[in-house]
Antibody, heavy 121, light 107 residues
C-alpha cells in the first residue's frame, strides 16, 4: 500500500522559512516523480512543484519560483520542500504526491494527508 | 498557462441520478487529463487518468471521455458515498493546472 506522510507544517511569520518533509513507503520511491500540491483554505488545488525520479530536474509554478526548492533523497525515500520568503498567500494545506511516472511534470496519482502551513504575523 | 474551466461549480442531485461534469482546456492537451474526487478533510483520490482510463479499484459507474479541449466526467448512478468535490487536472503542459472543482451535493 502506497503511503505518504508529510510533516513540518506550522505557523510562520511573513518573510520566514519552513521546510516540509514527506516520507514514502509501499512502492519503489526512486522510480517515480514526486510533487507538492497545495490547497488554500476552503479553495481549490494548485500544483506547486515537481521533481524527476532521480532528482535531476524540477519545475515550479511562477508564484513560488525563486522562493521554494524541492529536493529528494532516494536512499531515505524522502521528499522535501524548502520554503523561503513566505507570504500570507502561501497559507495552505500542502500535499505530497507520487507521480504517475518518472518525469518531473508527472500528474499526481497518490496523495498524503497534507501538512498545514500558516503564514501570519 | 493552460486554463481549465470546469462546470458546473456545484450541482445538487439525488441518489441514482446520472451526473456529468465538464472540463474545457484553453488549448489542446491531447488526452493528458485526470479526474480526482475529494471528500471533506481528506486528500484527493485519482479516479480517471488519461481522460478515460479507470483507476484500479474504482467502481465502473465512474467514467471519463474526451480529448483535445473538451472532457467529460460521468457518474452513471450516483451513490451516497459519491457526494464530494471533483477536480480535473491537465498534465500536458507545464505548469500542471486544475479545474476549479465541482461540488456534488445531495438534493
Amino acid at each position: 500500500e502506497v503511503q505518504l506522510v508529510e510533516s513540518g507544517g506550522g505557523v510562520v511569520r511573513p518573510g520566514g522559512s519552513l521546510t516540509l518533509s514527506c516520507v514514502a513507503s509501499g512502492f519503489t520511491f526512486e522510480d517515480y516523480a514526486m510533487s507538492w500540491v497545495r490547497q488554500l483554505p476552503g479553495k481549490g488545488l494548485e500544483w506547486v512543484t515537481g521533481i524527476k525520479w532521480n532528482g535531476g530536474d524540477a519545475g515550479y509554478v511562477d508564484s513560488v519560483k525563486g522562493r521554494f526548492s524541492i529536493s529528494r533523497d532516494n536512499t531515505k525515500n524522502s521528499l522535501s520542500l524548502q520554503m523561503n520568503s513566505l507570504r500570507a498567500e502561501d497559507t495552505a494545506l500542502y500535499y505530497c504526491a507520487r507521480g504517475q511516472s518518472g518525469g518531473w511534470s508527472s500528474a499526481p496519482e497518490y496523495w498524503g494527508q497534507g501538512t498545514l502551513v500558516t503564514v501570519s504575523s | 498557462d493552460i486554463q481549465m474551466t470546469q462546470s458546473p461549480s456545484s450541482l445538487s442531485a439525488s441518489v441514482g441520478d446520472r451526473v456529468t461534469i465538464t472540463c474545457r482546456a484553453s488549448q489542446g492537451i491531447r488526452n493528458d487529463l485526470n479526474w480526482y474526487l475529494q471528500k471533506p478533510g481528506k486528500a484527493p483520490k485519482r479516479l480517471i487518468y488519461a481522460a478515460s482510463s479507470l483507476q484500479s479499484g474504482v467502481p465502473s459507474r465512474f467514467s471519463g471521455s474526451g480529448s483535445g479541449t473538451e472532457f467529460t466526467f460521468t457518474i452513471s448512478s450516483l451513490q451516497p458515498e459519491d457526494f464530494a468535490t471533483y477536480y480535473c487536472l491537465q498534465y500536458n503542459t507545464f505548469p500542471l493546472t486544475f479545474g476549479g472543482g465541482t461540488k456534488v451535493e445531495i438534493k
